[in-house]
């Protein structure tokens, strides 16, 4: 057994590692444990992000013959990190942005899908770094309930339960000092819920267009797109000289969907749409050098032998599995132009690599699977 970050349970937890995989152990009554497996498998067969399911052990009895109770076991997500881990300082601006970006998008896309949570809390989130944001991911599930759709009441009821964990938990980092007694949680949280709603709004409000300006139906098809999000199911209505337009099937995964097409790379949203911004710069690029443009497959293709894969490769292989490889090459990106503006001229990519190798992701942690300082064999976590 191995310790693992992880939030406050209710239920014990433990880790395993097997294989040089690492699984999470919860014990908790069969009941519980078959609802939970059910809200997992489901969310998983939705697309939407939680943890990977193993199994239910059941009919458990102790040395001394006594009856215990269920374990749920998953695959622990790897490069996730709880929020304790990731927000150092939620004094920082920024760190709250991506806290509140990442709460409001995950339960957006649970609402959306039916998934009525019931104990949303920051103890019962995981977070994997996206490009310089974060994307959120369901753990506990053994209160929720999935449903056709969700009524208005139903969602305000949930984010009302999630106003009150989420508040908890940051008057909890307040006190740890991982949040500055001048900033109110309560702020936080209203943020947190305003997101939410104007979110939900872009995704599916209905909007009436004139029969003269349907443009603005493809203007708002292009938002959707640059929320990462695809519109694969509508209704329009025509009436009185206009045309009402509403989104009914919304998925997530706009650009990550097109950078796998092109490239076969597997990255989360903001990931991909960084990526897909260096490949079509690098087909600009191209073009000019070349005197002509080249067909996307092309680009794709010359991208990846050219830049992405040499630039990875690159990297000592003790190293570069600290961070996800989509997100190094971000990072990488992000370096390159930090260090053309201190020089004030191009720096090239690969001088970029070999400057980020050395004085970044050397100091950084490995985030594959964090094991905290002072970890032994045989730990658990249990709720207070």
């Keep these: 057994m191995v310790r693992l970050p992880a939030g406050e349970h209710r239920h014990v937890v433990r880790f395993l590692e097997h294989d040089e995989r690492y699984f999470a152990l919860k014990e908790l009554p069969e009941r519980l444990a078959r609802r939970e497996f059910a809200n997992l498998e489901r969310l998983r067969d939705e697309g939407l992000p939680t943890v990977t399911l193993v199994g239910i052990a059941t009919d458990r009895i102790s040395d001394d013959g006594e009856p215990l109770e269920a374990v749920l076991m998953t695959r622990h ?6 929020y304790r881990t990731v927000f150092t300082d939620l004094s920082s601006a920024t760190q709250r942005t991506k806290l509140v970006d990442a709460l409001a998008l995950l339960l957006v896309r649970l609402h959306i899908a039916g998934f009525f949570w019931g104990d949303c809390s920051l103890n019962n989130v995981l977070f994997r770094r996206d490009a310089g944001a974060l994307r959120a991911y369901v753990v506990d ?17 949930d984010l009302n339960i999630a106003a009150d964990n989420i508040g908890g938990g940051l008057y909890d980092l307040q006190a740890e000092g991982r949040l500055s007694t001048t900033i109110e949680p309560v702020d936080i949280v209203i943020a947190l819920l305003d997101r939410y709603e104007q979110l939900y709004d872009d995704l599916t409000g209905a909007e009436d267009v004139a029969i003269t300006e349907l443009w603005r139906i493809q203007a708002r098809l292009q ?33 990550r969907r097109s950078l796998d097409r092109l490239t076969g ?59 996800e490889d989509p997100e ?5 990106l992000e370096h390159n132009w930090y260090l053309s503006e201190q020089a004030g001229e191009e720096v090239p990519l690969f001088e970029a690599v070999d400057s980020y190798t050395a004085d970044v992701l050397a100091k950084r ?20």
Excluded: C, K, M
Excluded at 141 to 157: C, V
Excluded at 228 to 255: C, K
Excluded at 365 to 384: I, K, W
């Design 77 to 82: 997500l790897s490069y996730s990190l709880p």
């Design 365 to 384: 942690t490995d985030e594959r699977d964090v094991l905290p300082a002072g970890s032994t064999l045989g730990d658990q976590v249990d709720s207070p």
């Design 328 to 332: 190094i090459y971000h990072e990488v």
């Design 223 to 255: 938002r959707l797109n640059e929320l990462g999000f695809d519109a694969e199911e509508y209704e329009l209505h025509e009436e009185g000289g206009f045309a009402r337009f509403q989104p009914t099937v919304v998925e997530e995964g706009y650009h």
């Design 265 to 323: 790379i597997f990255a989360h949203e903001n990931q991909a749409r960084r990526l897909l911004g260096a490949l079509h710069g690098y087909g600009a690029w191209l073009a000019q050098t070349e005197g002509e443009p080249l067909p996307e497959a092309v680009i794709a293709y010359r991208w990846l032998a050219e830049r992405y894969r040499p630039a990875l490769d690159r990297i000592p292989i003790e190293l570069r599995g600290r961070l």
């Design 141 to 157: 599930t053994e209160t929720s309930e999935f449903h056709e759709s969700l009524s208005p009441g139903q969602r305000q009821h």
